[in-house]
């Protein structure tokens, strides 16, 4: 690989000169700088993104981490978040955590080590040490989705317990009464702030005792809904309708209704979260709970720049709300008994 010593070399000119034609940082004379330029495009040379970034002690570049890459939602904020770092004249370095507290650490001190501006997290939903780990980094971060015992970050999320809430009272304004819940992970905030919000809908019709019997959990995963809708269905009594805490978990009940025979939505109506690009192609299309993704992901940004610009010292947090994307995955219970 060339270097800016081959660069001089070429062009006959001192090392300085190469370095003020690239930074910009005084007046080279028109030839010498043609110079410098014919020589970097023949020897192909790069200029060290490291070297550049110790004198101006900015990269232009940001982090990010994500809990799952293989679930839609996460890859469309991705895709959003870096469409608007790639307009600001930034690059972002992504990381997949895998939900997993020791790979997460470990992403962060590379990303520090790699002298990012500024780092966008959807963290993990069991880590004690990310508080302590995220201070002691000391970069402008922003928090999308999940929420951490930080003040000092910034916070971007959708209300998650109004989506529960909106999810529910769709089903009861449907008629139906017994409504089982197909829950994420254990101790991951948006999941169990949607279960809060389910609860809340059923305390609301009278629906509520005997909740508890009707909470499954599915791991934000289509196997883990798949699974769960297939245990839900070989209770003595099956519920009306389900609400699934996110739309991959939606999608394997779907599945799973339909291995058994259950006809959605004629025997059972179902609602997912999120609002994924797919959750209109299922068969039936989902009704869902959307998420504000578009604006998370610009406001994530967003805010992130105004950060490391030092436009703004104060932490923020803003809190999104959902809305009901109503298909055919949903409709009004047949009279009979539940």
């Known amino acids: 690989m060339a270097t800016i010593r081959d660069v001089a070399l070429h062009a006959g000119v001192s090392i300085t000169t190469v370095s003020h034609v690239l930074n910009d940082t005084r007046h080279v004379s028109e030839q010498g700088r043609e ?62 955590t895998d939900d997993e507290p020791h790979r997460q650490s470990v992403y962060i001190k590379v990303l520090a080590e790699r002298r990012i501006d500024g780092l966008i997290v959807v963290s993990t939903g069991d ?77 609301e019709s009278g629906a509520a005792p005997g909740a508890t019997t009707l909470l499954w959990r599915g791991g934000f995963t289509s196997q883990g809904g798949y699974e769960a809708m297939h245990a839900i269905l070989r209770t003595d009594q099956p519920p009306s309708a389900v609400f699934a805490c996110n739309d991959l978990m939606a999608i394997g009940a779907l599945r799973a209704a339909h291995e058994t025979g259950v006809r959605v939505p004629d025997e059972l109506s179902i609602v997912g979260f999120d609002d994924i690009e797919l959750s209109g192609y299922t068969s039936p299309p989902l009704t869902t709970v959307a998420q504000p993704k578009d604006h998370i992901g610009a406001l994530a940004v967003d805010m992130l720049l105004e950060r490391v610009s030092q436009r703004r010292q104060e932490p923020r947090k803003v809190v999104l709300q959902p809305e009901l994307r109503v298909r055919a995955s949903t409709a009004r219970m047949l009279a009979g008994p539940q």
């Open 35 to 96: 110079r410098v330029q014919a020589a970097i495009r023949a020897l192909g040379y790069v200029p060290s993104a490291v070297a550049r970034s110790l004198k101006s002690n900015t990269t232009s570049t940001l982090g990010m981490l994500i809990p799952n890459s293989s679930n839609p939602y996460f890859a469309e904020i991705v895709r959003i978040v870096e469409d608007r770092c790639f307009a600001a004249g930034y690059t972002l370095i992504l990381c997949n």
């Open 127 to 203: 880590d004690d040490s990310l508080v302590t780990q995220l201070r002691g980094i000391r970069l402008p971060i922003v928090l999308v989705d999940r929420e951490i015992a930080d003040p000092t970050c910034d916070l971007v999320e959708t209300a998650h317990m109004q989506g529960g809430l909106l999810a529910v009272r769709h089903l009861l304004s449907l008629g139906h009464r017994q409504i089982a819940c197909i829950g994420g992970p254990a101790g991951v905030m948006p999941s169990e702030q949607r279960i809060e919000g389910w609860r809340m809908a059923l305390a």
